[in-house]
């Protein structure tokens, strides 16, 4: 059979749940500027990033209605996801 190419392919460790996530996470309010971690939820794959991006802090570049935009830094390239509020929380410092 030919290989798999899809987006969640190499990722049975990495996107399986850890646990169940409240609503707090959902009701948080973000604002440009604030930093993140992109934290993958396997169970909703509407807005997943993908894999690359898990675990790595952006910052938030603008805010949507249900999603926000990141900078995130892979190598020496700056990226721009589009991710849902599932996939995020705060950093705590």
Request: charged share 35%.
């Amino acid at each position: 059979m030919p290989q798999h190419r899809g987006p969640r392919r190499k990722t049975r460790s990495l996107l399986t749940s850890k646990g169940k996530h409240g609503l707090s996470r959902l009701m948080e309010q973000y604002q440009e500027g604030q930093k993140v971690v992109v934290d993958i939820e396997p169970a909703q794959s509407k807005g997943m990033p993908h894999r690359r991006f898990q675990g790595k802090v952006g910052v938030v570049e603008s805010v949507r209605r249900r999603s926000v935009v990141l900078k995130v830094m892979v190598g020496n390239k700056e990226k721009k996801p589009i991710v849902r509020l599932e996939h995020i929380k705060r950093l705590k410092e």
